[in-house]
């Protein structure tokens, strides 16, 4: 009988992000960012709602902070927003933007809560991609690399946990498309799939260098990771010859292959490129090289996963859609598969083959209904039920001696949920947006029970 408890230095956290929260769109010399420009185009979000005030974050951290305090995390990961530091994305530095992240920093460092810094969760300055149509263009991953630069330099005294960039296929494959309009800014239509694959190259660009200038700009020893959303294929069930299966089909799936594949093992998955044909991107003399950084640890962002079994078929894998009524959560993508987080983790130390590397869950969560009862509570047991399950799978893949170091919950509060506006609920904790009160949720109250026992309750 398992008592679900995590090793006494397992770090709990919670996960936001700038755009997301903060809203004070034009404040303290902030420039706008290919979201602030994309959401307020016709038919780009629900409501045409924009982070514009959000949860206005920028103005209420010190409260959201207590927020922090009383949950009992000792972890925070958040992102610092390009806009605000380089607004024109190169050039000068707004110190009223770096002011902003040493003040939250500082409250953060108060509370005994250790800042996580994610350097570029999407919103890219909109100066960008005026000028070369943002990660379409090379220059890209140099501009970042200077930006980077200029943060580390400054924050890098306070922070010392960095990850380069989140879910590199949102902001590349999900940003531009060949015949529909894409979901996420910038939204750009280009002229065929290699043209997809050159932006989610330079992105990797981006964050080998974005590395390479964090330990050159250091004050002290810190540590630097890359979060990814690669896709988690799944076993039918855990038999020898459908969890071979569910291996063989990784690097397919979602563009593993060309995605965390390059980041993480410094070369392109050769099956994936072979499928690709002359979609693949174009690749330069030492691009590799600058890619396949050294990393401390692992940022892995889970929410479903997909089942794979055995097939006769060439690539030995078949992929399995979901039943129409498959049990999911708020968000047509948000099937419930707990062992997800377990073979996302696992898949790193043998598909991968990187046992050593820590791992963290950088974000899991789910949106739910979340109605306010007459007695002003939100009884969201769903979300319960979801988070439960999952930890529970991260729990299996620690007590089998997986490197799974920590968790942080996605998200401290509700959002803006990109395409979705506010329309979707990730929160643990309710946001009134008319009000901007915020009232923890009973996930919120649950969650609390976790750090504090140290295990899934
Ligand atoms: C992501 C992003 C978050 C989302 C969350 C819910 O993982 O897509 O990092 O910004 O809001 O995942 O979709």
New binding site residues.
């Given amino acids: 009988m398992t008592s679900y408890q995590f090793p006494e230095d397992f770090q709990w956290g919670a996960a936001t ?1 700038a755009y ?1 929260i903060e809203g004070a769109a034009q404040e303290d010399g902030r420039k706008p960012s290919v979201w602030d420009v994309f959401s307020q185009k016709r038919g780009r979000t629900r409501n045409r709602d924009t982070g514009a005030i959000a949860c206005d974050h920028y103005h209420r951290y010190e409260q959201d902070l207590k927020l922090m305090a009383d949950l009992g995390i000792k972890h925070y990961r958040f992102s610092i927003s390009w806009c605000r530091i380089v607004p024109d994305g190169r050039g000068a530095v707004n110190e009223k933007g770096v002011d902003f992240y040493r003040r939250l920093v500082d409250c953060l460092l108060t509370h005994g809560i250790t800042p996580h810094a994610t350097l570029f ?1 999407w919103d890219s300055p909109q100066a960008l991609e005026t000028r070369y149509g943002s990660w379409q263009s090379r220059e890209m991953a140099q501009d970042f690399s200077d930006y980077v630069t200029a943060t580390v330099t400054r924050l890098g005294d306070c922070i010392q946990h960095w990850m380069t960039l ?2 590199i296929t ?1 902001f590349t494959h999900m940003s531009y498309d060949v015949w529909q309009p894409a979901q996420h800014a910038p939204g750009t239509r280009v002229k065929n799939r290699k043209a997809i694959w050159q932006t989610s190259h330079h992105a990797l660009l981006a964050h080998g260098l974005g590395c390479q200038a964090i330990r050159s700009a250091t004050p002290q020893p810190c540590f630097v990771s890359l979060v990814d ?1 690669f896709g988690v294929t799944v076993p039918l069930n855990e038999s020898d010859t459908h969890i071979e299966a569910a291996k063989k089909a990784f690097p397919y799936h979602c563009g593993n292959g060309g995605i965390i594949y390059p980041a993480i093992t410094g070369e392109y998955n050769l099956q994936l490129l072979k499928q690709l044909g002359a979609d693949a991107p174009e690749i330069q003399d030492g691009d590799l090289k600058i890619i396949h950084q050294p990393l401390d640890s692992l940022g892995l ?1 889970i ?1 479903t996963g997909t089942y794979i079994r055995a097939s006769d078929n060439d690539q030995g894998c078949e992929w399995i859609g979901f039943p129409k009524n498959y049990p999911r959560l708020n968000m047509p993508w948000l099937q419930i598969v707990p062992e997800s987080l377990y073979w996302g983790i696992r898949h790193v130390s043998e598909t991968l083959n990187r046992p050593d590397l820590p791992i963290y869950i950088t ?1 899991n969560g789910c949106a739910a209904q979340d109605e306010v009862t007459s007695n002003g509570e939100v009884m969201d047991l769903d979300r319960i039920l979801y988070l439960r399950q999952y930890l529970q799978s991260v729990h299996r893949a620690s007590s089998e001696g997986y490197p799974i170091k920590g968790y942080f919950v ?1 998200s401290l509060m509700d959002n803006f ?2 395409s979705w506006g506010y329309d979707r609920r ?1 929160g643990i904790t309710y946001i009134d947006y008319r009000t901007q009160k915020r009232l923890p949720k009973s996930s919120y109250h649950w969650y609390t029970e976790c750090i504090r026992q140290n295990r899934v309750v």
């Fill in positions: 992000a997301q969760h989140n879910e949102c959303n962002n929410y974000e996605w949920e990109w990730f």
